[in-house]
């Protein structure tokens, strides 16, 4: 959901610039979660355009860029086969759990797997994962967050990034989050800023347009 620049700036006194102490997240830009997937989110393929043009930029620079993905064992207990809520989805060395295949993601992209075990699921990109560790070596203050979040995942992500006191920006325009309305795509984005995430986009980044 794209949000106009006047409801951001209302909202954001200041939009931290990327720099070399920032990194870009990738959060679970699986073909499960795009149209044609297992638990796909409409339209989810008009950000790639978008997401491709952060890629370049942070690449570009030598920034770091960490992708995330759910990567389940066949018999995880998030599935419905276990009594879980959801149907399969992203199972290791799957289709669905490969990138898409239209992103331009760089040599060195460093992927964080997560919901490896099959009794224990991580609803964010922190749990049970070594994103935390990774950006720690990477002396990242700054996170730039964008992606899919067909549950909750990027949600939790952002409060727990919050948490861990990195300045954290969501790149709205890069974001699809699968909701139905406006509305409730607009109130998403308030809880984001409430947990104290920054909204952005890419025209507020000063990125070169392709
Ligand atoms: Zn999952």
Redesign the pocket.
Known sequence: MKLSKDSLASRNNAIPQPDRHSALLLVDLQNDFFPGGTLSIPEAEVIIPTINRYIRHFSRNGWPILATR?W?PPN?C?FHEQQGP?PN??VQGSRGAQFHSELVLPPGMMVISK?THPKK?SSSCFEESSLEERLEDFGTNTLFILGLGA?ECLKKTVADACRLKFKTVILTDAVKTGLQTPAHSTDYFQDLVKMGGVLSLAEDLDIPTP
């Open positions: 759910d389940h995880h998030s959801q989805h992203c919901g699921d549950s």
